[in-house]
């Protein structure tokens, strides 16, 4: 088993590595061995090699959210497969996340009625913003603007 780890949404052409280096095949020979590349399970080819370096390349734009939504990892798994004599390696190709999307309110304004005769301290529910984005990209904390007569704390 080989694999490779690449930030999600990399242009096609970005290189993961090279599989021909990491399973000492000769890139020469690529060709002559029909060399090819199988999804599991039939998805998109977003991965391809190039036959002339034996690099293991992006063939389409990775969307991480698109792909696996918001589990915590996201693989792309598929079998290298040359002729003459057959040979078949399984590489996985792990999809790291970026930060490439904003946190959004189930509502864009939130309006809290407040009493002018609020107690000092009591408190206002604000329901969470949602993010696509996983682990350390998510929503990890929230600010309000400095304010003398209001304060937020987030409760895990």
Do not use: W
């Not at 930030?7 to 095949?25: Q, S, W, Y």
């Not at 991965?47 to 996201?74: F, M, P």
């Amino acid at each position: 088993l080989i694999s490779y780890s690449i930030p999600e949404e990399m242009k096609p052409g970005f290189v993961a590595g090279n599989i021909a280096k990491d399973l000492g095949l000769d890139a020469n020979q690529l060709v002559a061995r029909k060399v090819r590349i199988d999804t599991e399970d039939n998805s998109k080819p977003y991965c391809g090699i190039n036959l002339r370096t034996g690099e293991l390349i992006v063939k389409e734009r990775i969307d991480r959210e698109e792909l696996c939504s918001e589990t915590a990892s996201c693989l792309l798994k598929f079998e290298l497969m040359l002729e003459s004599p057959l040979e078949l390696h399984r590489i996985t190709v792990q999809i790291q996340d970026i930060n490439d999307n904003s946190p959004m309110f189930l509502k864009d304004s939130i309006k809290l009625e407040i009493s002018e005769n609020a107690d000092k301290g009591s408190r206002f529910r604000v329901n969470e913003a949602h993010d696509v984005d996983a682990g350390q990209n998510a929503v990890t904390g929230y600010t309000l603007e400095r304010n003398s007569n209001f304060v937020l704390r987030v409760q895990v």
